[in-house]
């Protein structure tokens, strides 16, 4: 029997929110950066939130499996068999971190099956929330604790709104960018940019570089349940749990379903 997002979503805000006290506590800091193996950078903060959020969820939901990106060596074999699990970024967008721009977030998924069933992005610096949940709808919260429904933009504006990453771009999104024609770009840190669509303030985030599983799926639930679609750069829904490596293959992110957002994809 799998678990109902719709009463798990309160206790993972306020377990997100916690992660992202702990995350400020060293924030405001001289604090020291290690490079991982894939020479991504690694702060104490990660590891602080990781430590406090897999905590949590295996008090919540002690059945239900946890991996995170700070606990990443779980075999294929052992994860291939789960039905659900929790699903975590304990800091996306470190570099924006180390930068000290506030353009970092934590996120936790509950993934059923391969589909991200609902999403928790903490926003640390700002106090904001965005989550959703599969029939539940997608949502905003502020510091202040106001809520506010979110949609994305159903009919894409022109110039076309399109978000990218901040330390992240290549040649293939120079030359989606080229092919599309009129357009700004919305310059945003980690899964920011995802919940950006979410939310209605951008169009479209083609993402044509390496991200790993636990960067998308809080947010790809978000953006899911606010009306929106991520699909793989064949038009096939982005999914989780159904191959051995955790790397996601290139995808895009929009609100304006009525469009072949893959048209513009070099041949």
């Given amino acids: 029997m799998n678990?109902?997002?719709?009463?798990?979503?309160?206790?993972?805000?306020?377990?997100?929110?916690?992660?992202?006290?702990?995350?400020?506590?060293?924030?405001?800091?001289?604090?020291?950066?290690?490079?991982?193996?894939?020479?991504?950078?690694?702060t104490a903060a990660d590891k602080a939130s990781h430590e406090s959020i897999v905590e949590a969820l295996q008090e919540l939901t002690p059945n239900i499996p946890v991996l995170s990106e700070e606990s990443a060596a779980i075999s294929w074999e052992e994860r291939s068999s789960w039905a659900e699990y929790w699903l975590i970024d304990p800091l996306d967008g470190t570099r924006e971190f180390i930068k000290r721009n506030g353009e970092f977030t934590v996120n936790i998924a509950l993934i059923q099956g391969n589909t991200a069933m609902m999403g928790v992005v903490y926003v640390p610096v700002s106090g904001h929330c965005f989550y959703g949940y599969q029939g539940g709808g997608a949502f905003e919260t502020n510091a202040a604790g106001d809520t506010r429904t979110i949609h994305v933009t159903a009919e894409a504006q022109k110039p076309l709104r399109v978000v990218g990453s901040r330390s992240h771009r290549g040649a293939s999104?120079?030359?989606?960018?080229?092919?599309v024609g009129d357009h700004v770009m919305v310059p945003m840190g980690s899964s920011l940019k995802i919940c950006l669509v979410a939310s209605g303030e951008?169009?479209?985030?083609?993402?044509?570089?390496?991200?790993?599983?636990?960067?998308?799926?809080?947010?790809?639930?978000?953006v899911e349940c606010a009306g929106g679609k991520v699909i793989q750069l064949d038009g096939q829904p982005l999914m989780y749990n159904a191959k051995e490596d955790i790397l996601n293959p290139f995808f895009l992110v929009f609100g304006d379903q009525g469009h072949d957002w893959t048209s513009y994809l070099e041949e």
């Avoid at 999104?173 to 092919?179: G, V």
């Avoid at 951008?202 to 998308?216: F, V």
């Fill in 173 to 179: 999104l120079d030359a989606w960018l080229e092919n």
């Fill in 3 to 42: 678990a109902e997002p719709g009463k798990l979503i309160q206790p993972v805000i306020d377990i997100a929110a916690r992660a992202g006290e702990h995350i400020l506590e060293i924030y405001n800091t001289d604090f020291a950066v290690e490079t991982k193996d894939d020479k991504s950078p690694l």
């Fill in 202 to 222: 951008a169009d479209i985030y083609p993402r044509l570089g390496l991200t790993s599983e636990w960067d998308t799926a809080a947010a790809q639930a978000v």
